[in-house]
């Protein structure tokens, strides 16, 4: 019986090697190649860490996001300036003395009015003339100066009783005769009769 024992035990054995001499004769069985190309997955991102809740009593410093800020206010319309009121043009000053056919428009016109009474030939009323041009650029916005030609308005000369020349005859703001200077004047005496007409007014 134990002989019969080994003998099973060493066929057994023999089996064994055989079929695993066999096996390594045979090899492990061949790799097949790779016949399409794999592309290599996409990473997933990282999840961003999040934010550390800031300690009580400490304001939160990291700015909210975009989305949640609010649009700044539309700025609003310059005002536009009031207009300015037109400034009413101030009158010119005379450049010489108004003709004589206008003294009975400066005696209507409320302001105080001197009439010169003379004639181009005359010698006293050639020495006048740049004492009225002068009488006119200082005064001639305040006082109206007329000169009457006594050769082109001989009427007005005789309605008025003038005799000799030169004649200065001054009317206060109602156009009534206050006062009148026969001969050369100079602009000193002048002023002093503008500044009793104009208190006159």
């Known amino acids: 019986m134990r002989s019969r024992a080994w003998i099973i035990v060493v066929v057994v054995i023999a089996v064994a090697a055989v079929l ?4 390594s004769l045979n090899g492990p069985p ?4 790779v016949t399409t190309a ?4 996409p990473e997933a991102p990282a999840p961003e860490p999040a934010p550390s809740p800031a300690p009580e009593g400490e304001a939160q410093t990291q700015p909210p996001a975009e989305a949640d800020q609010p649009e700044p206010p539309a700025p609003a319309p310059a005002p536009e300036p009031a207009p300015q009121p037109a400034r009413p043009p101030e009158p010119e000053k005379p450049a010489k003395a108004l003709p004589g056919n206008m003294l009975p428009q400066c005696r209507g016109s409320g302001r105080p009015t001197m009439a010169e009474f003379g004639a181009a030939w005359c010698g006293a009323c050639k020495q006048m003339e740049p004492v009225i041009e002068e009488a006119v650029k200082k005064h001639g916005d305040e006082i109206n100066i007329v000169y ?4 082109e308005y001989g009427d007005t000369a005789r309605q008025f009783s003038v005799r000799l020349i030169p004649t200065q005859i001054f009317f206060d703001a109602d156009g009534t005769e206050v006062g009148r200077h026969v001969g050369y004047w100079p602009l000193s005496e002048l002023e002093v009769q503008f ?3 104009a208190a006159i007014e």
Do not use: F, G, N, T
């Open 20 to 23: 695993i001499a066999k096996q």
């Open 30 to 33: 061949p790799i097949e190649p």
């Open 38 to 41: 794999q592309s290599p997955l």
């Open 148 to 151: 009457v030609d006594v050769s």
């Open 195 to 197: 500044a009793e007409l």
